[in-house]
T-cell receptor, first 116, second 107 residues
Framework: KAGVTQTPRYLIKTRGQQVTLSCSPI?????VSWYQQTPGQGLQFLFE???????NKGNFPGRFSGRQFSNSRSEMNVSTLELGDSALYLC???????????????FGPGTRLTVL | DAKTTQPNSMESNEEEPVHLPCNHS???????IHWYRQLPSQGPEYVIH???SNVNNRMASLAIAEDRKSSTLILHRATLRDAAVYYC????????FGQGTRLTINP
């Protein structure tokens, strides 16, 4: 079974631009979550999508948004990029909603975003 | 924010058992305890999770205290490949990661 895939793996943008990252979950998984990882803040939850609906959201500004398609693939978008948005963006999938707590998450390799 | 407490770092020798502790004193009765690890330059990897009873899988064992305020991840025979940052997480709704424990394995 193929794992979680994320594209692109590396991205360089400049301040003010916007970016879209893509995530393909494991086949059959309906929940996709996104995380931001930085050396200073560690791993922080962005949001979770399940059946094309956002089910949970972390404490990030509205510049961070996402969506999920009917095939469970997900995209996240960051508008008006800031230097502080430079980070590793990780996507994870699971069969059940996170809220149940009973399921494991499978993480992708991440997209390394650098904002200049 | 993270509600778990773990030591910042631990060190062990190859082929010896490793016991990684975690305190989760505010855990609710229905929150599972999850453990993930992150190897260098990789995304986090699921290790194990449990609710009340001790759990075993091919990677590790999870020992949960009777009051559920703490748990211990047990790697029975550490290998160099087990060197990673280990995260203990209570609940799973947002998978709130703390700073984790950086485990070093000496050959």
């Amino acid at each position: 079974k193929a794992g979680v895939t994320q594209t692109p793996r590396y991205l360089i943008k400049t301040r003010g631009q916007q970016v879209t990252l893509s995530c393909s979950p494991i086949s059959g998984h309906r929940s996709v979550s996104w995380y931001q990882q930085t050396p200073g803040q560690g791993l922080q939850f962005l949001f979770e999508y399940f059946s094309e609906t956002q089910r949970n959201k972390g404490n990030f500004p509205g510049r961070f948004s996402g969506r999920q398609f009917s095939n469970s693939r997900s995209e996240m978008n960051v508008s008006t990029l800031e230097l502080g948005d430079s980070a590793l963006y990780l996507c994870a999938s699971s069969y059940y909603l996170l809220a149940g707590g009973r399921d494991e998450q499978f993480f992708g390799p991440g997209t390394r975003l650098t904002v200049l | 924010d993270a509600k778990t407490t773990q030591p910042n770092s631990m060190e062990s020798n190859e082929e010896e058992p490793v016991h990684l502790p975690c305190n989760h004193s505010t855990i609710s009765g229905t929150d599972y305890i999850h453990w993930y690890r992150q190897l260098p330059s990789q995304g986090p990897e699921y290790v194990i999770h449990g609710l009340t009873s001790n759990v075993n899988n091919r990677m590790a064992s999870l020992a949960i205290a009777e009051d559920r305020k703490s748990s211990t991840l047990i790697l029975h025979r550490a290998t160099l490949r087990d060197a990673a940052v280990y995260y203990c997480i209570e609940g799973a709704q947002k998978l709130v990661f703390g700073q984790g424990t950086r485990l070093t394995i000496n050959p």
